[in-house]
C-alpha cells in the first residue's frame, strides 16, 4: 500500500541497519535476538527523536518558524537532537530542562551547549510553563517560534515510525527474516505508537512490546493508542487500532524514571560485553534489562525472533559513570 505522507524534511541517515545479536542471543539461551540500530540515525549521534523530528520540523519550516522551543530531562536526547536539527535547518533552539543546573556538563548537556542551544533550567517551575513563557516572549518580539512538545510525541512526529515500520518491513523482505515480535522503550510513546499504525497498515502480524519507562500500564498503553488513532487520521486512513494490539509492560520501574539500578546495569553490560553494543542509562538500558529478566522467566518461546528497536541514547552514559560501574552489580 502507498501512503500518502505529510511534507517530511531529509535529517538522518535511513535505512538505519538492521543485525542480528548471535553472541547475545547464545548468552541468554533463549529467543534469537536482532537489534534495529536507530541509535544510528546520523543526527549529532542519533536517536529515535531524527524519524519524528523529520516530519514535525516540516511543519515548523512550512509555518515559517524561526526558532525552535523544546523541553525535556537534563540529559533528553530529544533535546539533542532538536538542537542538532536546529542548527542544520539554521534556526535557533531553545531547550527547557528540569530542575537546577547540574554541577558538570556532561553528556547529552554538553551537546546541547555545543550544537548551539539556549539553555534554560526550569529549576523547580514547571517546564511546560517556563517554555510556554517563552514562546509567548518571542512571539511579543515578533519572533516566530515553534514550540515542540515533550519527545515530538505528537500524531505528526509518530509518522516517522510509521514510515520506520515501512522501513522495516522492506529489510525483513530482503534478508528473509520475520520477527514474531518487536521490543521498545516505551515514555512518550510516540515511537509505539508509530510503529502500531504501521503494523496496521503494513501488515506486520507480530507483537510490539514496551517497556514502560516512567508510567503505569494504563496510562502507556493509553498514550500509545490516543496517539496511534489520532496520526491515522492525519493519513486520512480510516483503520482501526485494536487495543489488544497496543502492549506494554511497566514491571520495571525500578526506583523511577533516570534512576539507574540492576535492571539497567545489566541491560546495560550484557550486549556491551558479547556484541559491542552500547545501551542507555535512561530506556534502552532498563528496556533490555527488562527483556533479558523476562527471557530468563521463560516468557518467549524457544525458535522465537525478537527484534529490540534500539532508540538511542548512548550519548549520556557519561553522565552516568557512577551509577554504572561495577557493571553488574
Ligand atoms: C525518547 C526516547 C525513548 C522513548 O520514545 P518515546 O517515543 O518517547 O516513547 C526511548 N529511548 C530513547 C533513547 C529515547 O531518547
Known sequence: MTLSYPERLSLGHFPTPLEPMPRLSAELGGPELWVK??????????????????????????????HLITLGGPQSNHCRQTAAAAAKLGLSCTVVLR????????????????????IVFACSREREAVAAELVAARRAAGGRPYMIPLGASTPLGAL?????????????????????????????AGTQAGLVLGARLFGYDGRILGISIDAERRDMEDRILAIAREAAQLLRSDVTIDPARVEANADYLGRGYSVVGATERVGIGLPARTEGLLLDPV???????????????????????????????????????????????
Open 37 to 66: 540500530r536507530d541509535d544510528q540515525t546520523g543526527l549529532a549521534t542519533g536517536g529515535n527523536k531524527t524519524r519524528k523530528l523529520e516530519f514535525q520540523l516540516a511543519e515548523a519550516i512550512a509555518e515559517g518558524a524561526d
Open 99 to 118: 530542575g537546577p543546573p547540574p554541577d558538570a556538563w556532561r553528556g547529552n548537556l554538553l551537546l546541547d551547549a555545543l550544537l548551539g542551544a539556549e
Open 160 to 188: 516517522g515510525f510509521v514510515a520506520a515500520m515501512e522501513e522495516l518491513l522492506a529489510q525483513c523482505r530482503e534478508r528473509n527474516v520475520t520477527f514474531d515480535r518487536i521490543v521498545l522503550a516505551s515514555s512518550s
Open 283 to 329: 530506556y534502552t538500558g532498563r528496556a533490555m534489562g527488562s527483556l533479558i529478566d523476562l527471557i530468563a522467566k521463560g516468557q518467549f518461546d524457544e525458535g522465537e525472533k525478537i527484534l529490540f528497536w534500539h532508540t538511542g541514547g548512548a550519548a549520556a552514559l557519561s553522565a552516568f559513570a557512577g551509577d554504572l560501574t561495577p557493571l553488574d552489580s
